[in-house]
């Protein structure tokens, strides 16, 4: 039986991971923990909301707060539910109802009370509704709560006001100067991604109305499409492009990894990749700070390319914010020193110190350990992607109490899983006592600072408390 240390560990280790849009995957560990420690996921449900970035489970744990029977839970999930978009709303009704066949009455008047709020304030309202019109359609209809007579005539008779978002849409696809529709979206802020869809063909002139409306992350996320439409091949759009992700690096609201993905899927020229890959140092910079000096091993054995993949992000993750020293290394069977030219604090710099890094061989966790112990490199916490399948000596559980005598430490061990991943490691340590947390890598880059809480706190309790000292909010009214 796992006890409730175990539990509450178990869940922090699984935030790492993205489901993809399936939120029964993390359901039965959310029902597990809010069952066997109601108090602490409360609190947890909080404070991931604020430092959280995987979208699944912040809206698993918004769905058990509003359903749950502990003091609390109900106005804290009322609360939550308020900041959330419209599609994430819409998504937490479906979860509640597959989960309980029904959606209780307090979770419907905080659905209600979405809605007015909205209703009340007809630009956010339009904004909500020209975005996500089918979630809030989907919200209004499955829990049968009447619209007022303005959102009745958008959503669903199909007859916008005069002055709404919605209307001035109607009026984008009818004009036919690219002067009128640059007008139009800057008069009423219209959207890329619902621009696009209206405007028969955007010329230079209506790219720039429109990526003047974009948020940093906005123009990141558009950036294929832009270069698909010409954008950068024109110099003013180009430019407001480029004015757009340079803000990205200081945003609060910008995902770094996203930007990396960006470069790699869009393919852009090299100083816009270049400028989307300071986009992302920059971001990690922001995630923390860590103290604790550090080793991060990267398996590089056969099958083992996504182990690189990682690693690589990992250490500029780790690196950008580290202020304390940190050792990387990668192993088959021997360990090679991976040391990126100058500062090295940028991903950048780690994406070409791994340029000759390929998977092959067989795997000895403890070889990369062991050069650590003959030269004397001490740290407090050990990193290792992989997917635990030790084949080869000398064997990490077999070196790490000899490295821990002779250097006079006890590193913490924290396991990044990759692939078909097995738990060989972390049972052996576990059996020898040693400090052992596991990380399941099952999604995409940009969840991966997720695990900056957990590696910038002087221990795994520290973090504990600081969730636990998150206050639960109070619904008012």
């Not at 039986?1 to 178990?10: H, V």
């Not at 399936?22 to 430092?51: C, I, N, S, T």
């Not at 036919?176 to 002139?205: D, F, M, N, S, W």
Request: glycine share 6%; hydrophobic share 45%.
């Amino acid at each position: 039986m796992t006890n409730e240390r175990d539990m509450r560990l178990e869940m922090l280790n699984s935030l790492l991971t993205t489901p993809h849009r399936k939120l029964a995957d993390v359901a039965e560990l959310h029902k597990g923990l809010l069952e066997r420690d109601p108090l602490f996921y409360g609190h947890l449900a909080v404070w991931y909301q604020r430092h959280g970035d995987v979208r699944d489970h912040k809206e698993v744990f918004v769905g058990n707060l509003l359903t749950s029977s502990v003091a609390g839970h109900r106005g804290a999930g009322f609360v939550l539910l308020q900041e959330l978009p419209p599609y994430q709303v819409a998504r937490v009704v479906d979860f509640v109802k597959q989960q309980r066949g029904t959606l209780p009455r307090s979770a419907r008047t905080a659905i209600e009370r979405y809605l007015r709020a909205r209703e009340e304030n007809p630009k956010h309202f339009d904004a909500a509704a020209l975005r996500a019109r089918k979630a809030m359609k989907h919200l209004y209809a499955s829990l049968h709560i009447k619209p007022d007579a303005r959102a009745d005539a958008i959503l669903f008779k199909d007859e916008p006001p005069t002055g709404s978002l919605a209307f001035a849409l109607k009026q984008l696809a009818q004009v036919e100067t690219p002067a009128e529709q640059a007008q139009l979206i800057v008069e009423h802020r219209v959207p890329y991604a619902v621009a696009v869809g209206a405007c028969k063909q955007l010329t230079p002139t209506v790219l720039v109305a429109l990526i003047n409306q974009m948020t940093p992350q906005e123009a990141i996320n558009n950036l294929k499409s832009l270069k698909a439409r010409g954008a950068l091949e024109h110099a003013e759009v180009k430019a407001l492009v480029e004015e757009k992700l340079r803000k990205a690096a200081d945003s609060d609201r910008v995902s770094a990894f996203k930007a990396v993905k960006a470069a790699e899927v869009a393919g852009v020229d090299a100083a816009t990749t270049a400028q989307l890959e300071q986009v992302a140092n920059e971001q990690v910079k922001r995630r923390g700070r860590i103290t604790k000096t550090t080793a991060l091993f990267v398996d590089k054995s056969g099958s083992m390319t996504e182990a690189i993949e990682v690693g690589k992000q990992i250490a500029a993750l780790v690196s950008g914010i580290a202020e304390a020293e940190l050792f990387v290394y990668a192993f088959d069977t021997m360990a090679y020193p991976i040391a990126p030219t100058g500062a090295g604090r940028e991903l950048s710099d780690w994406e070409r110190a791994f340029e000759h890094v390929r998977a092959d061989g067989g795997t000895s966790i403890g070889a990369a350990l062991e050069v650590m112990r003959l030269k004397r490199q001490a740290v407090e916490q050990l990193i290792i992607v992989t997917d635990e399948g030790e084949n080869t000596a000398p064997y990490f559980s077999m070196v790490y109490p000899a490295y821990c005598a002779e250097l006079q430490v006890a590193p913490n061990v924290l396991i990044v899983k990759v692939g078909g991943h097995i738990d060989l490691i972390e049972r052996q340590l576990r059996e020898a006592r040693v400090t052992c947390d596991t990380f399941t890598f099952a999604g995409d880059y940009y969840s991966l600072p997720n695990l900056v809480p957990l590696l910038s706190r002087p221990s795994r309790l520290e973090l504990l408390l600081e969730i636990m000292d998150t206050p639960l909010p109070e619904r008012r009214g």
